[in-house]
């Protein structure tokens, strides 16, 4: 069974920092990868970050470029998102999520709305605040 679990956010105060893990199962991490939404109170489900091995390509929204980073640790089929200088804008939800079609592309996934991608974790709060 395909599985992500997210973990890892909490409440910083602004220009802090936080790392989010996503942990998959049911599906190894060199086939497949993992893009991390975001949703914050009464706005849509947005794209923040995508790691895919597959497409060799690690992409970012541009509100987050220069302050998050993704990354894959295939050892632990895992994915961590860094997050520094938090902004308050930055509170959300955050999701990670895959695709058994779309999957193996960042470039893919990035481009399709959040309804299109089949497997989501169950997502984890940030909350930026001071």
Known sequence: QVQLV???GGLVQPTGSLRLSCAA???ELDYRGIIWFRQAPGKERDWVSCISSSDG???YEDSVKGRFTISMDKSRNTV????NDL???DTAVYYCATDPVFGSSCSE???RHASDLE????GTLVTVSS
């Open 57 to 59: 390509l690690t992409l």
């Open 109 to 111: 996934m990035s481009r």
């Open 119 to 122: 497997v989501w974790g169950q």
């Open 25 to 27: 199962s049911g599906f």
């Open 87 to 89: 902004k308050p804008e």
């Open 80 to 83: 961590y998102l860094q997050m």
């Open 6 to 8: 997210e973990s890892g």
